[in-house]
């Protein structure tokens, strides 16, 4: 009786099925879905490596140091920061009065629950990021996570910062309706093609580097998407370092392991 | 409770004689897991996982615990608390990345297990019991493994808890006032978030409730084995201990560095980016994907796009989705074949395979975005998925012609078995 039961409840499903998958072979048929501007023209991320890519790679501290300059005098006017304090800084080389001393450079303001006034004061080292105030087009992302919450991570935001360009002419040949917006600035490798934020990185030595480093636009994408790898994963190295350890003993133990159990079932046959 | 020829406890320590006579806890373990259960000397490494998803469940009660010390649920600052922990808290991030990824290996484990059992028909007579409380353990599983990947409170937490809930509001007529008292609200706020953490605290303790009768239920019957055949005599069994322990102890070391090589070189490769954007109800992500385990129920709810009858597509999709899982409690009655090896039933063996690949491809379709090609073939997906259970298994269990099985345990493994000659075939050829 169950058996019977539980072909008809299958039939019942089955069928369900085939007619929603009729209805949409339908639809598919007489109105084919057309090609979107982004299904078209999005591009993915560029291939591009970092000193911490990999199992074995490490931080290096030079190009975050960089990283942050960048940051600081280019992505900082409208990005906050919030999930760094200036004390996390010493991680990527900065000694104690460097770090005094960036903190400083930023005005935090403090909320006075008694009497409603906000008052802002220079920074301590146990201080965060304050928050930006932004008035223009667009709402600019806190940049703490932002490589771990995109796609592809650095390689997506250094692709973005490298990739503006003129709209294709191709584009508004086949889309003729996609034209960026006013205010909007064309992008491949953004999601919807068209973001508000205009081109950040524009000239070779914007940003002034004091190591040597020769301050290309590439260059100093790279660098800030280094340092924003360390912004979101601040333990990447401490995480790796501790992972091989931890691999290590575990092979050893499971070689053991394995040893133990051929031996207690040594004279089993079949094993 | 098990077989006669089952070692004895015997405590030797007068302490040991002392606490036997008193709370017989140790000769609980002897009994359970120790030298006192005989288990078939032929299991395969497919048995191992049963072992590792308890040491799953135990792995994720005491990180989750250590969590909650740091975690605060409250929608302002749970986004905030979970990147304390990943920033501040001593070896926080390895917690956390410990805790999302043993979430993801508890399911791999599980899932093994399950399809082990389907293969082997774990499911029969005398052993539906185990298998009725072990569907009921991986409800919960599911349920737990959701309310958890809401508390970060991330983008995917948010979008994710909007959309489950509101399969609530597809019951007709009650549906949405459900929904609201499910939520606590008209949309996930902070007393969603509230009762999912309360619940995602609980229901560990619940499932390790349920596994201890899933266990206990197990040594009634003893534990299954590739053949099928049942135990028959002391040669077929070997002690638990020190056979599998030994065997599980090899296993626990492989699953930890498959584990831990996630853990420490991919923690976020199961993880979806989006879930590092603060929850924001005012913006919709794109593609409002699940976690990977969950892929391909996620699949057959969306696979339903069209109204059946007065039936409304979204309804059709909660049921069959719900169904797709219930049917497992069902088995034990619809596999009506009394052979239970997959190796010796040539047709449902093919089947078996192709059952495989459908939940493979419909875990694929529940990852992609909801357009074509992917809704037409986790459709064709579905309908194998249902038509597997519902109609080919009862099918074939009536009509397959199964190969001869061994006399016993002993001649599967030693080739022969000097009682054989003495008995009938386990079951009879024309069955």
């Given amino acids: 009786m169950i058996r019977i039961i539980s072909i ?57 140091q960089r990283g942050f300059k960048v940051y600081k005098e280019v992505c900082a006017a409208c990005h906050a920061l919030r999930h760094v304090a200036f004390r996390d800084l010493a991680a990527i080389g900065y000694n104690e009065d460097e770090v005094k001393a960036i903190a400083k450079s930023f005005e935090i303001p403090a909320y006075n629950q008694a009497t409603g006034e906000v008052k802002s004061s220079p920074g301590i080292a146990t201080d965060y990021f304050p928050p930006v105030a932004y008035g223009g087009q667009g709402s600019p992302p806190d940049l703490s996570l932002i490589t771990k919450a995109r796609h592809d991570g650095a390689a997506y935001t250094y692709s973005l910062l490298t990739g503006y360009q003129a709209q294709p002419a191709e584009l508004l040949k086949k889309f003729p309706d996609a034209k960026t917006p006013d205010g909007l600035h064309y992008n491949p490798y953004f999601a919807n093609l068209n973001l508000a934020m205009p081109q950040p990185i524009t000239s070779d030595d914007q940003v002034t580097y004091t190591d040597g480093t020769k301050a290309t636009v590439d260059q ?12 979101a994963e601040p333990k990447l190295d401490k995480r790796k370092q501790t992972g091989w350890a931890v691999l290590g003993f575990l092979l050893f133990a499971t070689v053991l392991a394995y040893m133990a159990y051929r031996n207690v079932w040594a004279g089993k046959k079949g094993h | 409770m098990s077989f006669p020829w089952a070692q004895e406890y015997k405590p030797q320590a007068p302490l040991m004689q002392w606490l036997d006579e008193r709370l017989p806890l140790p000769r609980l373990v002897y009994n359970a897991v120790g030298a006192g259960y005989p288990v078939p000397r032929n299991l395969n490494y497919m048995w191992n996982f049963g072992v590792l998803a308890g040491f799953c469940l135990a792995l994720q009660i005491v990180t989750g615990v250590i969590l909650a010390m740091h975690y605060a649920a409250n929608a302002g600052v749970a986004f905030d608390s979970v990147e304390h922990i990943m920033r501040d808290v001593n070896w926080g991030w390895m917690l956390r990345y410990a805790h999302a990824n043993g979430a993801s290996a508890f399911f791999v484990v599980v899932y093994l297990h399950i399809f082990r059992g389907f293969f082997y028909s774990s499911y029969k007579a005398p052993r539906e019991m185990i298998w009725l409380l072990g569907v009921l353990i991986f409800l919960l599983m599911m349920a737990t493994a959701f309310m958890g990947y809401v508390l970060p409170w991330g983008q995917m937490s948010f979008w994710g808890a909007k959309v489950i809930t509101g399969l609530f509001g597809a019951i007709p007529l009650v549906g949405e006032p459900i929904q609201q008292w499910l939520l606590g609200g008209f949309a996930p706020d902070n007393a969603a978030l509230n009762r999912f953490f309360s619940l995602h605290f609980l229901l560990p303790f619940v499932i390790a409730g349920v596994v201890i009768l899933h266990i206990w239920a197990l040594h009634i019957p003893g534990s299954s084995n590739p053949t099928g055949v049942e135990v028959k005599q002391e040669s077929d069994t070997v002690p638990f201990h020190p056979y599998y322990t030994a065997k599980d102890g090899f296993g626990l070391g492989v699953f930890l560095i498959g584990y831990c090589a996630l ?17 924001n109800p005012l913006s919709t992500p794109a593609h409002i994907v699940p976690e990977w385990y969950f892929w391909p129920f996620y699949a057959i709810l969306r696979a339903f796009t069209s109204d059946f009858f007065f039936i409304p597509a979204k309804l059709m999709g909660v049921l069959a989705m719900f169904s797709a899982i219930l049917v497992w409690f069902f088995l034990p009655w619809l596999d009506r074949s009394p052979v239970r090896s997959g190796h010796y039933r040539p047709m449902f063996r093919k089947f078996f395979w192709v059952l495989v690949i459908d939940t493979l491809i419909l875990g694929y379709c529940g990852g992609a975005p909801a357009e074509e090609p992917y809704v037409m073939i986790s459709q064709v997906a579905a309908i194998y998925y249902f038509a597997h259970f519902l109609i080919i298994l009862p099918i074939v269990s009536a009509i397959e012609r199964p190969a001869p099985l061994p006399f016993s345990i002993t001649e599967a493994v030693l080739g022969k078995d000097e009682n054989a000659v003495l008995a009938p075939p386990a079951v009879p050829l024309s069955a």
């Fill in chain 2, 263 to 279: 853990l420490f070189f991919a923690p976020n490769m199961l993880g979806h980016p989006d879930n590092y954007i603060p929850a």
């Fill in chain 1, 220 to 231: 100093m994408a790279k660098d800030v998407s280094a340092f924003l790898i360390w912004t």
């Fill in chain 1, 8 to 64: 008809f409840v299958g039939l019942f499903f089955t069928v369900a099925l085939l007619w929603s998958l009729g209805n949409g072979a339908a639809a598919f048929i007489s109105e084919p879905p057309h090609e979107t501007v982004e299904h078209a023209f999005h591009k993915h991320p560029k291939d591009v490596h970092f000193a911490s890519d990999g199992a074995l790679g490490r931080f290096d501290n030079q190009q975050l």
